[in-house]
């Protein structure tokens, strides 16, 4: 699916992402995880191709992600950031159409396809009673809901998330978990970084571990404590409980 | 009231003021006497009616100006004024004021073309500071728009000071705002561009919507958001120039209008648009209405009354705001 190899990348001479090899198959779901200023946010930026200085290559589908014209790139993959701005009153129902804007050309009315796309992503998401809300006056669980709709409604195999759960209380952090869950199950290819290690850890296929821009681990995902420790400096401990694994830091 | 319902009200009141001011004034025109040749049918036809319709224009297009600065910028003080193209566009007016630019293009003359010029001058001025520094935040483009505002502001300063005093008069009275017009050339023009204009911005509504909501957002929905936002600022240089060519600086109507059609609008984008060009357009020709009956004989310049206006209207809708968001 999306492939770096020698990928590296640096601001003003400070190195951020250091000579990156991996490979994210088809239907991956890739927990990327590291501390703070582990270049993981810069790393999804990256294979987004939000910031296209890098050194190194990045193949999406087999093609240099360089070669990619914009709207190109937004039929095969969609990049949900940390924050988002909508410094200005927008429609919920706008945020969702745009999720069509790569498939149409300046003349072009919205099509059959198009709605199709729309409605069914208000159903899957469950946003009938917001469409038309400002997307300003939402929590922030229902912004995230809606911009994760986006995502599905612009029809992309591959999405990147950055820290998706961020200032989500445990009930719309667990509604969102069981979405990403549903949009991996239907065969698209997920990328999240987060924290959040013990929500992502039962869903994720591989992991992948970013210390000071190097890669630490890629790979199957696996419970490792020396891992953990290793990026974490502090230890981890996981019990089986309610048949569910859990993994919690050892204080 | 639903936005349709607000819309055809104000569709209806514009063109009622559209109608009406041209028989108001310090000369009153009988209605009934415009059909036959007489003086009052000159006053009207041409000098009130073509003043009312270029008035019309030129609020239309600095209130969509103010709108698609405020969409380019994410932030809802952005105007033409704040950014210096407005200010370019007066000092390349004034240049051509003072060496007397005979030369035409187009059929346009040295005053709108060395307007243009200075907008465009503005605006590449601020796309060479952010390649200069690297960056492409849009807090520098913001920053070295006001740098680039102060310094026209001062060449057109330079240039008053070393006219002479006849000129500087006329001079002053332009740089303060004024709708002067004979006949209907300068309205066609204008009206001309205000509708290119106005097809442009319905056109890209899925542009404009992207932009506002943020750079990444944009990208990933596959908008190049820095060549978009390129081609916007020399459309506007284009757009803005024209009207700073033939009318002035005019302030405020940028800022203020696009505040209200925006809540007016529901941030509904097509809705905003039209309300925005509506509302731009009717306050500049009662505006424009005010400044010459208010203190007769005598004509107020219409910068100073959308600015007197304007500020205090600006305040009290800023305090309704935040007394309904606290």
Redesign the interface.
């Known amino acids: 699916m999306i492939e770096a190899r020698g990928l590296s990348y640096a601001v003003n001479q400070r190195s951020i992402l250091r000579d990156l090899d991996f490979t994210v198959e088809r239907n991956d779901f890739v927990l990327v995880f590291g501390r703070n200023g582990a270049g993981k946010s810069t790393l999804l930026r990256v294979l987004a191709g939000m910031l296209r200085e890098a050194k190194g290559e990045v193949r999406l589908a087999g093609r240099s992600l360089a070669s990619y014209a914009r709207k190109d790139l937004a039929m095969r993959l969609s990049y949900l950031p940390q924050a988002d701005e909508f410094a200005l009153p927008m429609l919920v129902r706008d945020v969702l159409l745009a999720g069509r804007y790569p498939y149409r050309s300046i003349f072009q009315k919205l099509t059959r396809r198009d709605m199709e796309a729309f409605a069914a992503g208000v159903a899957q998401f469950g946003l009938e009673g917001l469409l038309t809300r400002n997307m300003q006056t939402l929590s922030g669980g229902e912004r995230k809901k809606v911009l994760l709709a986006g995502a599905f409604i612009q029809d992309v195999p591959l999405i990147l998330l950055d820290e998706p759960l961020s200032f989500l209380d445990p009930a719309s952090a667990l509604h969102l978990v069981r979405l990403l869950e549903a949009l991996h199950r239907e065969g698209r290819t997920i990328v999240v970084v987060s924290h959040e290690i013990e929500r992502f850890f039962p869903l994720a296929t591989k992991m992948l571990a970013l210390q000071s821009g190097a890669l630490r681990y890629f790979g199957d995902r696996m419970f490792s404590t020396q891992l953990f420790q290793d990026i974490y400096g502090v230890s981890f401990q996981r019990i089986t409980a309610a048949g569910r694994e859990i993994i919690f830091v050892n204080e | 009231m639903s936005t349709n319902k607000k819309l055809w009200l104000l569709a209806g009141t514009v063109l009622l003021a559209l109608a009406v001011t041209p028989f108001l004034g310090i000369v009153a025109i009988d209605p009934l006497a415009v059909l036959q040749q007489n003086p009052g049918s000159f006053i009207f036809w041409q000098l009130r009616l073509p003043r009312a319709l270029l008035g019309f224009a030129a609020g239309g297009i600095l209130a969509l100006s103010g709108l698609v600065c405020?969409?380019l910028f994410?932030?809802?003080l952005a105007t033409p004024d704040l950014l210096g193209i407005s200010s370019g566009a007066a000092a390349g007016a004034v240049v051509a004021l003072q060496f007397k630019v005979g030369l035409t293009f187009l059929g346009a003359g040295g005053m709108v073309l060395f307007s243009f010029l200075g907008a465009l001058a503005a605006i590449l001025a601020i796309f060479a500071i952010a390649r200069m520094i690297r960056s492409s935040s849009l807090y520098t483009f913001l920053m070295s728009g006001i740098a680039i505002n102060y310094f026209f502001s001062s060449v057109i300063v330079i240039c008053q000071y070393v006219f002479d005093f006849a000129d500087t008069f006329s001079l002053l009275r332009w740089l303060t705002g004024a709708i002067v017009v004979a006949g209907y050339r300068e309205v066609f023009f204008l009206l001309a561009l205000l509708a290119i204009f106005l097809v442009c911005v319905l056109?890209?509504r899925?542009e404009f919507?992207?932009v506002?909501?943020?750079?990444?957002?944009a990208?990933?929905?596959?908008?190049?958001v820095a060549a978009f936002r390129k081609y916007s600022f020399l459309g506007l240089a284009v757009f803005v120039g024209a009207v700073v060519s033939l009318c002035g600086p005019i302030g405020f109507v940028a800022l203020v209008v696009p505040h209200v059609s925006?809540s007016w609008g529901a941030?509904?984008?097509r809705e905003t648009v039209i309300i925005t060009v509506l509302l731009g357009g009717g306050l500049l020709v009662l505006a424009d209405f005010l400044a010459r009956s208010l203190l007769p004989p005598v004509e107020v310049p219409v910068g100073i009354v959308t600015s007197l206006l304007g500020a205090p209207f600006f305040l009290a809708l800023l305090l309704a705001q935040l007394k309904r968001s606290a």
């Open positions: 405020q969409n994410k932030n809802n056109l890209l899925d919507l992207l506002a909501a943020g750079d990444d957002f990208m990933t929905r596959g908008l190049d925006r941030s509904r984008y």
